[in-house]
C-alpha cells in the first residue's frame, strides 16, 4: 500500500495551485514547500497580479516557508513545483538550502538545468537532490493549454 503523502499527493497539490493561477489569468506554475508531511508553504504564479516579475510560484513559496519556519535555511524541507525552476528561482533555492526539489514538468526553454555545465555543476546547492518528471504530462499539459490559448486570443 503507497503512502498518502507521497510526491504524487504534494504535487497534486501544487497542479491545484497552477489551475489557480490560470484561472487569474497567470502561467499556471504551482510550488508548495513540505517540512516532514506538512506543508509550510504555497505559492502560484503571480508575476501579472502583482506586476512583479519576481512573482514565480517558488518565490512565493519560499516566503511563505522562510516566514513559517522562522528561519532562512530550509534544509529538511522539499520543493514541489510543477514545472522546473528557472536560474532566478534556482539561485533563490541555493541560498535557501533545500533538501530536495521534485518538479513535473521540464523546462527546455527557460529551466535552471540548461545552465548545468557538463561535470554537472548546476546554480542548485550542492545538498540539494533533485527529481524531475512527477505527472510530467499533467504539469506540462498544462503550460502548453495556456499558451495555445494566449495565442488563440
Known amino acids: 500500500m503507497k503512502p498518502l503523502f507521497n510526491e504524487t499527493y504534494f504535487m497534486k497539490e501544487a497542479l491545484l495551485l497552477a489551475e489557480k493561477a490560470k484561472s487569474e489569468g497567470e502561467i499556471p506554475v504551482g510550488a508548495v514547500i513540505v517540512a516532514g508531511n506538512r506543508m509550510i508553504g504555497k505559492g502560484y504564479n503571480q508575476t501579472e497580479k502583482l506586476n512583479d516579475t519576481t512573482a514565480h510560484a517558488e518565490m512565493i513559496a519560499l516566503t511563505s516557508a522562510f516566514q513559517f519556519m522562522g528561519a532562512k535555511y530550509l534544509p529538511e524541507?522539499?520543493?514541489?513545483?510543477?514545472?522546473?525552476?528557472?536560474?532566478?528561482c534556482a539561485g533563490a533555492l541555493h541560498w535557501s538550502k533545500i533538501k530536495k526539489i521534485v518538479f513535473g514538468a521540464s523546462d527546455p526553454v527557460r529551466?535552471?538545468?540548461?545552465?548545468?555545465d557538463k561535470k554537472g555543476k548546476s546554480l542548485l546547492h550542492e545538498a540539494t537532490e533533485v527529481h524531475g518528471g512527477v505527472m510530467a504530462?499533467?504539469?506540462?499539459q498544462l503550460v502548453k493549454d495556456f499558451?495555445?490559448?494566449?495565442?488563440?486570443k
Do not use: I
Open 77 to 88: 524541507c522539499t520543493l514541489y513545483v510543477t514545472l522546473e525552476p528557472c536560474p532566478m
Open 111 to 116: 529551466g535552471h538545468s540548461l545552465y548545468s
Open 137 to 140: 504530462k499533467k504539469c506540462g
Open 147 to 152: 499558451f495555445k490559448d494566449l495565442r488563440e
